[in-house]
């Protein structure tokens, strides 16, 4: 565990009031986590938060709850939990998945938390890319899942990567740190277990410390990735930009460049959730652009979709459930098309992703919220008002994204800025008065 705490100390970096988000089962892995955790409060005023999700489908699940309640409660830890009350038809590792990263986002907001840690650790990193080998995903998803990830306002840190789960059972035994068993993990129903109980006990046979070799295959195909990625970035911009595709161009690409641009879309698409996609689903988007046929539509998993329309390509997602809403802006906001809004300090840009305001001309809280029947926007350049209907029109908006794109209004409904897209006459330029300035990314 030594290799554990020395990357959280010094590779990490962590500081005096650092706010972390702790996701917690009450496992031996996450338990083993938030110990290490607290040994590092013990040097560095850390404040800690466990966020716990119950999954609700098993009946010790409310008693795992309360443990992990009362343990926060005498180690002085902030405890969050929620409760997923009902699931959909999805698969349920997936959905379950995508419910708990959002509860964590939502933490993480809430406390303006710089980091997100989880307890992945060897062991796991070995499932997911043997998972991902057999059923098929992208170079970046055969390397399983990074030990950091850079998010727009947190860090996404997996500290345990060093290590295996015998190593994490020790430390627990060692250290009397108390921990439930999950029963769900033994049951070979589920794919995942099906790896860790009958595929890991032969590879470590063959080699006690395989999980390092597994590492070492991760790093090396995340930064054949990332290469590829930069040299990607400077001609995707070319034949992709607003989710759409240029058919044309792409198709002038060498085949192993075009299966590269679609891989590099889907997983921006998908980011973490890599075991969605596979090359199949590259297959049909390319020989569905290769087609003779004006239009057509591949449904990809997600609920987004591919759809041809003679020279463009769009890839776009369902969002009808999400199609009516307004959220009070604070710090950061993460909305429901995947962008944020935040207010910043400073910022250079004064495109239309950047709208600087004063307080003292609009009514405070700010939202941001779909747009309504008939809502207008008074414009500084015509002196008076126009339709946002028409806005997206000159703005060349597809209609299946007018209605959910965001709109930020003050207090009193009026609309002050279409992130993007426009601004109303009560944004102000560089050279003006102002004290509020929102960023849209």
């Not at 031996?28 to 110990?35: E, G, N, Q, T, V």
């Not at 609700?56 to 926060?72: D, P």
């Not at 195909?221 to 070319?238: M, Q, R």
Request: hydrophobic share 35%; net charge neutral; proline share 2%.
């Amino acid at each position: 565990m030594d290799r554990v705490f020395d990357y959280l100390i010094n590779e990490v970096k962590l500081q005096n009031d650092d706010i972390i988000v702790i996701g917690c089962s009450g496992g031996p892995d996450s338990m083993a986590l938030m110990h290490v955790l607290e040994k590092i409060r013990e040097k560095k005023k850390l404040l800690l938060i466990c966020a716990h999700v119950n999954h609700n489908v098993r009946k010790e699940s409310k008693q795992e709850e309360q443990f992990l309640k009362e343990y926060c409660e005498q180690h002085n830890i902030i405890f969050e939990a929620m409760t997923i009350e009902k699931y959909g038809d999805d698969n349920f590792h997936n959905e379950s998945r995508k419910i708990r990263y959002q509860f964590f986002e939502e933490l993480i907001n809430k406390y303006q938390a710089n980091y997100l840690m989880t307890a992945h650790h060897g062991d796991d990193l070995i499932e997911t890319i043997l998972m991902r080998i057999v059923r098929g995903s992208t170079l970046k998803g055969y390397s399983g899942f990074e030990k950091r990830v850079d998010k727009f306002n947190y860090s996404l840190i997996r500290p345990l990567i060093f290590v295996t789960k015998d190593v994490l059972l020790t430390f627990d035994k060692e250290n009397n740190i108390p921990f439930v068993v999950d029963s769900s993990n033994f049951k070979n129903k589920y794919t995942r277990n099906r790896y860790r109980m009958e595929v890991l006990p032969f590879l470590k046979k063959e080699d006690p410390m395989v999980h390092e070799k597994f590492m070492k295959f991760s790093d090396i195909l995340i930064e054949y990735n990332n290469y590829l990625n930069k040299e990607l970035a400077k001609k995707i911009n070319n034949i992709y930009h607003d989710d759409v595709i240029d058919i044309n161009k792409f198709l002038s690409e060498d085949y192993l460049i075009q299966k590269k641009i679609m891989f590099y879309i889907l997983e921006n698409k998908y980011t973490d959730d890599l075991n969605q996609i596979n090359m199949n689903h590259v297959s049909n988007i390319i020989k569905l652009m290769q087609s003779k046929r004006p239009n057509g539509i591949i449904n990809l998993p997600g609920n987004y979709k591919a759809m041809k329309e003679y020279n463009i390509l769009k890839i776009t997602q369902d969002i009808e459930y999400i199609n009516d809403y307004e959220i009070e802006l604070n710090e950061c906001v993460e909305l429901p098309n995947r962008h944020y809004i935040k207010f910043v300090k400073d910022e250079n840009n004064n495109d239309n992703n950047v709208c600087r305001l004063l307080s003292q001309e609009i009514s405070l809280p700010l939202y941001v919220r779909t747009r309504h029947l008939g809502d207008k926007m008074l414009l500084k350049k015509i002196n008076g008002t126009k339709k946002l209907k028409d806005i997206f029109i000159d703005a060349k908006i597809a209609k299946d994204l007018r209605d959910s794109w965001p709109v930020v209004i003050d207090s009193k409904g009026n609309i002050l800025w279409i992130p993007g897209i426009k601004k109303s006459k009560f944004s102000k330029q560089k050279d003006e008065t102002y004290d509020i300035i929102l960023k849209y990314n």
